[in-house]
């Protein structure tokens, strides 16, 4: 209700005083300043226990780890090296790309993809080594352009928004005991392929600004 009507309201009922709009507007500046001042409070403050950030980033890295096997298989299949120069190149110039337009450090997108890249290729390293020493992968392998790569993708662009998510929270003291605690947690709720341990934690190398969960011991 607008103050006008309020006011010919008042002056048609005599009874009525305008003192209460009067309170309830300086009440309502003050509501409204304390919102403001909230607002100001940083978010990013370590010390809230919240580790959802870290856990987030962690379940990414892991689903991207179990991209690794597909794309395996139809590299094994087309007679393809594990190693990709121009497309790594292709991606980490795309990603500092993109961190920068959101406002995260590129060089600390780079850095995580990098780790992407490195652990990826570990487990396709690892897997060649058994499909040499044993027995080829049966049956024909997913399309590497038409559904990996549109995956590999979308994980790019879920990774780029953890990032962002992380970044803040990176330099503080308690980040490694952080991650680490995510990754427990993450291995102790999912059905945690326990081959994919290293490649984990080459691919969350530099999450933190002091190293990886594993330097913690």
């Not at 393809?80 to 337009?101: G, S, W, Y």
């Not at 060089?107 to 499909?131: C, G, T, V």
């Not at 970044?167 to 980040?175: N, T």
């Not at 995510?182 to 994919?196: C, E, F, G, H, V």
Request: with cysteine; net charge positive.
């Amino acid at each position: 209700m607008s103050s006008s009507i309020l006011l010919i309201f008042h002056c048609r009922v005599s009874r009525f005083s305008i003192i209460p709009m009067k309170h309830a507007i300086r009440a309502g500046l003050a509501a409204a300043a304390l919102g403001l001042a909230l607002g100001a409070i940083p978010r990013l403050a370590a010390a809230d226990g919240d580790d959802t950030a870290f856990t987030n980033l962690v379940a990414l890295a892991s689903q991207r780890l179990a991209l690794a096997e597909p794309v395996a298989r139809w590299k094994w299949a087309n007679g393809k090296p594990i190693e990709d120069r121009p497309r790594e190149a292709e991606l980490l110039a795309a990603v500092e790309k993109r961190a920068t337009q959101a406002g995260i450090d590129p060089a600390f997108a780079r850095a995580f993809f990098e780790d992407q890249i490195e652990a990826s290729k570990d487990m396709q390293n690892a897997l060649f080594a058994a499909w040499r020493a044993s027995h080829p992968p049966e049956g024909a392998p997913p399309d590497l352009a038409a559904v990996t790569r549109p995956k590999l993708d979308r994980l790019t662009q879920a990774m780029l928004a953890g990032l962002a998510q992380v970044e803040p929270l990176r330099r503080a003291p308690d980040c490694q005991a952080r991650l680490a605690r995510s990754i427990a947690n993450w291995k102790a709720l999912t059905r945690y392929d326990a081959s994919q341990a290293q490649a984990l934690n080459t691919s969350l190398a530099h999450v933190c600004a002091g190293g990886g969960a594993s330097a913690i011991g």
